[in-house]
Structures are given as C-alpha cells and as structure tokens.
C-alpha cells in the first residue's frame, strides 16, 4: 500500500485489539489501539485516523457512542470539528446485550456512523468491512 491508510480501534478488549491489529498490519495499515473512550478521543488527534474501529461499552455501558456524539457534533468550535467526516465503524456487542438492533439506526441522527458490525466478528469480515468503507 503505498499510502497506508491509519486505523484507529478503540476497544477496552486488549486481547481483542492485539488480533485485530496483527490482521491489518498483515494488510499494510497502520494500525493503534486506545482502550477507553477517553484514551480514543486523545488518540484520534495524535494519529489522525483515516477510519475508526468504535466499540459502545467500554468504561460504562455508552461510552462509545460518548465518542460518536464528539465527532458528529457539527459545533465548527469542537475540538474535534476536523475529525467529523472520519468514517466510523462500531464493532460491538451491544445489540445482544441490550436486545436492541442498532445497525437498523446507521446514518441516521440516533447512530451517525458509516457501519455496524455485532462481536463476535471474523477478522475476514471486518477487513473486508473496513476496505469497503475507505474505498468510498
């Protein structure tokens, strides 16, 4: 890849993001990991994602879309204004946990995000995912 792309995954699943970033950097990405959603908002302005790999529950039970809701503030004035249009794909569990289907809500005010994976995911498939997304 002569420009590789940076992923950012936020995700308090150590183990997790230790798999998932030896598969993309297989790939030629360069890849971070932050473990908390506070750690991930400090980290997107030091990496300046290209995409980013969200899960929800991490400290508390919305802690992930906490980080949705800096991104797509829309506020020109947030700290974050020149991340808004990085795409985000939400790798989570939530959906079993609290028996409502999120992915239904992709896109719209409720869940601005460019996708929606539940976990357990294979490795093939949100490679696949994340590709698709960047090709946009």
Avoid at 43 to 67: Q, T
Avoid at 116 to 132: M, Q, R, T, Y
């Amino acid at each position: 890849m002569a420009d590789k792309k940076k992923i950012l995954m936020i995700d308090d699943d150590t183990n997790l993001v230790n798999v998932i970033k030896t598969v993309f950097e297989v790939k030629g990405y360069e890849f971070y990991g932050a473990y908390s959603a506070t750690e991930g908002l400090e980290r997107i302005k030091e990496v300046e994602p290209d995409l980013i790999i969200l899960d929800v529950i991490m400290e508390d039970f919305v802690a992930g879309f906490r980080v949705v809701s800096e991104l797509r503030t829309g506020d020109k004035n947030s700290a974050f204004s020149a991340y808004s249009k990085v795409p985000i794909l939400m790798l989570t569990s939530v959906t079993s946990k609290t028996r409502l289907n999120f992915g239904e809500r992709i896109g719209t005010a409720l869940l601005p995000v460019d996708a929606f994976l539940e976990k357990p995911v294979k490795p093939a498939e949100l490679l696949s995912k994340v590709e698709s997304i960047l090709k946009k």
